[in-house]
């Protein structure tokens, strides 16, 4: 981001209450941590010394200094987990991901690797979280399972007997061109294409069309939380909804479903809030 872009964020929430919260939260939204050049940014337009903008970075663990993979891998250390096995669930997975250290990422970018002092569920430990996917009574032999599954894709899902699982044709809700992509499979199905822009990034977007399942494949790597436009790749309209998320309030993206009924899905990276609209009735 350019200096000017950090300006903007800046003058966004100056007069807010926590405003250096909410830009500093902005601007690792964009970037996927917060880098030391903008933190100096933020510092100079703000008017702060950089030790406080650095104190108030490294104060809230949700903030980062450091680019994250793009899976993260928490492993809970909390006193239940430690005295059930979690210092050795962590090393595993250090020898698994070839990392020596709490924060570290894989040299490809893929993985990192973190430890938290609780993750709330401790009758059910040792926990692992990753990517928000919860594995709970975690043993040592399950990390190269849990790794591996994470490479293929968590949300991925197969089609079974599940009726809640299936298939859905979309169109643009402008165009009415289709948006499905039959030479690039997602979930074993033609995937939806899209274009998104987030941040100063743009590029291509696919996602599987199983009612179901949250896989997504991207050019560029979307970080969680980010709040993305939706373009329709024919006539380069924004899908834009009526309606926020229920959940994080985010613009909803509509897509016209083959046989009349209107599919929205959260625009927010990560959160999986979605609504099909079939003759009035939300599902």
Same mark, same amino acid.
């Given at each position: 981001?350019? *200096?000017?872009?950090?300006?903007?964020?800046?003058?966004?929430?100056?007069?807010?209450?926590? +405003?250096?919260? /909410?830009?500093?939260?902005?601007?690792?939204?964009?970037?996927?941590?917060?880098?030391?050049?903008?933190?100096?940014?933020?510092?100079?337009?703000?008017?702060?010394?950089?030790?406080?903008?650095?104190?108030?970075?490294?104060?809230?663990?949700?903030?980062?200094?450091?680019?994250?993979?793009?899976?993260?891998?928490?492993?809970?250390?909390?006193?239940?987990?430690?005295?059930?096995?979690?210092?050795?669930?962590?090393?595993?997975?250090?020898?698994?991901?070839?990392?020596?250290?709490? +924060?570290?990422?894989?040299?490809?970018?893929?993985?990192?690797?973190?430890?938290?002092?609780?993750?709330?569920?401790?009758?059910?430990?040792?926990?692992?979280?990753?990517? +928000?996917?919860?594995? /709970?009574?975690?043993?040592?032999?399950?990390?190269?399972?849990?790794?591996?599954?994470?490479?293929?894709?968590?949300?991925?899902?197969?089609?079974?007997?599940?009726?809640?699982?299936?298939?859905?044709?979309?169109?643009?809700?402008?165009?009415?061109?289709?948006?499905?992509? *039959?030479?690039?499979?997602?979930? +074993?199905?033609?995937?939806?294409?899209?274009?998104?822009?987030?941040?100063?990034?743009?590029?291509?977007?696919?996602?599987?069309?199983?009612?179901?399942?949250?896989?997504?494949?991207?050019?560029?790597?979307?970080?969680?939380?980010?709040?993305?436009?939706?373009?329709? *790749?024919?006539?380069?309209?924004?899908?834009?909804?009526?309606?926020?998320?229920?959940?994080?309030?985010? *613009?909803?993206?509509?897509?016209?479903?083959?046989?009349?009924?209107?599919?929205?899905?959260?625009?927010?990276?990560?959160?999986?809030?979605?609504?099909?609209?079939?003759?009035?009735?939300?599902?």
């Amino acid at each position: 981001m350019k *200096p000017e872009g950090v300006s903007t964020v800046v003058e966004k929430y100056k007069d807010a209450r926590g +405003g250096l919260i /909410s830009i500093l939260g902005e601007l690792q939204a964009k970037y996927g941590y917060l880098p030391q050049d903008v933190l100096e940014v933020v510092a100079d337009r703000t008017g702060r010394s950089l030790v406080d903008i650095y104190g108030v970075a490294t104060f809230y663990k949700s903030f980062r200094l450091r680019p994250r993979g793009k899976h993260l891998v928490s492993v809970c250390l909390g006193t239940a987990c430690h005295v059930r096995g979690g210092p050795a669930i962590c090393e595993e997975f250090e020898h698994e991901l070839k990392i020596r250290s709490d +924060g570290a990422t894989t040299p490809d970018k893929e993985f990192t690797l973190e430890s938290v002092r609780c993750l709330g569920a401790c009758a059910l430990g040792p926990i692992v979280v990753v990517d +928000g996917h919860y594995f /709970s009574n975690v043993g040592t032999m399950d990390v190269q399972r849990i790794v591996g599954k994470t490479r293929v894709g968590l949300d991925r899902v197969e089609v079974t007997e599940d009726r809640r699982v299936f298939p859905l044709e979309v169109s643009c809700p402008r165009c009415n061109h289709s948006l499905m992509d *039959p030479k690039h499979l997602v979930d +074993g199905f033609p995937s939806i294409r899209l274009t998104a822009s987030f941040g100063q990034e743009h590029g291509w977007l696919r996602l599987s069309c199983l009612y179901g399942s949250y896989a997504i494949e991207t050019g560029n790597e979307i970080p969680m939380e980010m709040v993305v436009n939706f373009f329709c *790749p024919h006539c380069h309209a924004e899908l834009l909804g009526a309606w926020n998320c229920p959940v994080c309030d985010a *613009p909803m993206v509509p897509m016209i479903v083959q046989g009349g009924a209107i599919i929205q899905i959260c625009s927010r990276r990560g959160c999986k809030s979605h609504m099909l609209d079939v003759e009035g009735v939300n599902i």
